[in-house]
């Protein structure tokens, strides 16, 4: 079966512009997690999302957002970029709810933003 | 909120060597996961510990869930270059939000 897919996977943006990322879960998965990785932070939840409704969230500005569709496939937006935002955006898909499973989750190969 | 510490950060280690990370969390977790991302790569999901004191084997890799669970260690036996990368413990709070915290992570060299 097709694993998480992210697009796009590489993008560079300049400072204020803003950015939409997508994520496809792998099919029958609800639950969509965002996670920020910069060499210095490491991962950094972003948000969660099952059946279309945010479950968690970091501590991330406003400027990030993301919402779900019906057919769990996710975005998420950056507003005003900076300079600091420039790092790989991981999308993960799990089954169920994070807080509720037991299970893993199944990451996808990233999308890599550059901010100039 | 809850932190996930992971150390070394970074451990060179000749082949055949062994090799330990530590994982301690500032709260009870509700389960541990170990990850590991090879250079360039993404996550990949290695195991899963939700008993007080569990210990869990794969080949050559040991993990261990501390007995108060907030602790956990990954032990691998003689290293092999295949080995290398960065492995990330993801803790879950035992109450409240429960998205999983990942550790800052373990980069692993091996030297052939």
């Known amino acids: ?116 | 909120g809850q932190q996930v510490m992971q150390i070394p950060q970074y451990q060179h280690v000749q082949e055949g060597e062994d090799f330990t990370t530590y994982c301690n969390s500032s709260t009870t977790l509700s389960n541990i996961q170990w990850y590991k991302q090879r250079p360039g790569g993404h996550p990949v999901f290695l195991i899963q510990l939700v008993k007080s004191g569990e210990v869990k084997k794969q080949k050559r890799l040991t993990f261990q869930f501390g007995e108060a669970k907030k602790n956990s260690s990954l032990h691998i036996t003689a290293t092999q270059t295949t080995d290398v990368g960065t492995y990330f413990c993801a803790g879950r709070r035992d109450t409240g939000r429960r998205a999983l915290t990942f550790g800052s992570g373990t980069r692993l060299q091996v030297q052939p």
């Open chain 1, 1 to 116: 079966k097709a694993g998480v897919t992210q697009t796009p996977r590489y993008l560079i943006k300049t400072r204020g512009q803003q950015v939409t990322l997508s994520c496809s879960p792998i099919s029958g998965h609800r639950s969509v997690s965002w996670y920020q990785q910069t060499p210095g932070q490491g991962l950094q939840f972003l948000f969660e999302y099952f059946s279309e409704t945010q479950r968690n969230k970091g501590n991330f500005p406003g400027r990030f957002s993301g919402r779900q569709f019906s057919n769990s496939r996710s975005e998420m937006n950056v507003s005003t970029l900076e300079l600091g935002d420039s790092a790989l955006y991981l999308c993960a898909s799990s089954q169920t709810l994070q807080g509720a499973n037991t299970g893993e989750l199944f990451f996808g190969e990233g999308s890599r933003l550059t901010v100039l």
